[in-house]
């Protein structure tokens, strides 16, 4: 079964509470899963260099802009109750 996922949004507010950015993530719905459906199967898609390097030669040459993101795996191997 696939695992949900949703989008936490927050305000980074600096000392005088004015606000300086804004911050989000994407996180999974793991409260969803349920024990012994997929349990133990596990998924990592990583990208191929040659694919990346094409990507951004099309956006570079298209003058297109490209956003960069990072996932965090801080509960990628928590224990599921």
């Not at 094409?54 to 109750?81: D, P, R």
Request: net charge positive.
């Amino acid at each position: 079964s696939v695992i949900g996922t949703r989008w936490v949004f927050r305000n980074k507010l600096d000392e005088q509470g004015k606000l300086v950015r804004n911050k989000a993530r994407l996180i999974t719905q793991g409260y969803n899963q349920q024990k012994g459906i997929d349990f133990t199967k596990t998924f990592a898609p990583v990208s191929k260099l040659e694919v990346i390097r094409i990507i951004l030669a099309f956006t570079s040459h298209k003058n297109i802009k490209l956003y960069q993101m990072n996932v965090n795996n801080a509960f990628l191997n928590g224990i599921i109750e």
